[in-house]
């Protein structure tokens, strides 16, 4: 079983409507991150948790909000969905040792 | 604020042959870590390989080696014996050692084309 894993993998949805992604690790970490890309970019982080109780905004956070359930469970949700949100979206966790591990991504359309 | 550059948007190389992948950064850190990750188009982000700042040697793995000039702030990755299954975009990435985020800074990659 993969080690960092989101559903849904795919998502359609239409604008003004609300929308979660959720992310699952088995790897242990506490350290946890969501990021956003864009057609031929690299990646820009949303928001980012070092445990459950300690939650931060990343660089683009605006129209999105996190939970984290448990040390496993690190969800983003989109309040009121809007065209330019749609792009794939990334899990990923990191290691004592500086790696960062990602699940395999969410396409996200907003029409 | 870091920034990462790969001014090389694609590079294509014939299957068995060596090629090399640049990426420059800028940083006032001195504790760091680069790393090279392949996203095939499966989508999928793997890491390939990672190199600590602090470490001279540069970082290996089979046939993937990096080329770590901290002084220059380059970073560049060599892939041996080029694969088909190694045709992906590529991406340089640098994350602090420190405290803060940690996020990786990402640059905004090369596609790599294995010619047959």
């Known amino acids: 079983d993969a080690d960092v894993t989101q559903t849904p993998r795919n998502r359609i949805t239409k604008t003004g409507k609300r929308i979660m992604l959720e992310c699952s690790q088995t790897k242990g970490h506490d350290r946890m991150y969501w990021y956003r890309q864009d057609p031929g970019l690299g990646l820009q982080l949303i928001y980012y948790?070092?445990?459950?109780?300690?939650?931060n905004k990343g660089e683009i956070s605006d129209g999105y909000s996190v939970s984290r359930q448990a040390q496993a469970k690190f969800s983003l949700s989109l309040e009121s969905a809007i065209p330019n949100q749609t792009a794939l979206y990334f899990c990923?966790?990191?290691?004592?040792?500086?790696?960062?591990?990602f699940g395999p991504g969410t396409r996200l359309t907003v029409t | 604020a870091q920034t990462v550059t790969q001014s090389q948007p694609e590079m294509s190389v014939q299957e068995a042959e060596t090629v090399t992948l640049s990426c420059t950064y800028d940083t006032s850190e001195s504790d760091y870590y680069l790393f090279w990750y392949k996203q095939p188009p499966s989508r999928q982000m793997i890491l390939v390989i990672r190199q600590e700042a602090y470490k001279q040697q540069n970082a290996t793995e089979n046939r993937f080696s990096v080329n770590f000039q901290k002084a220059a702030k380059s970073f560049s990755l060599k892939i041996s014996d080029s694969q088909l299954g190694d045709a992906a975009m590529y991406f340089c990435a640098w994350s602090s050692e420190g405290s803060g985020a940690q996020k990786l800074v990402f640059g905004q990659g090369t596609r790599l084309t294995i010619n047959p």
């Open positions: 990923a966790t990191r290691s004592a040792a500086g790696e960062q591990y």
């Open positions: 948790s070092f445990d459950v109780k300690d939650i």
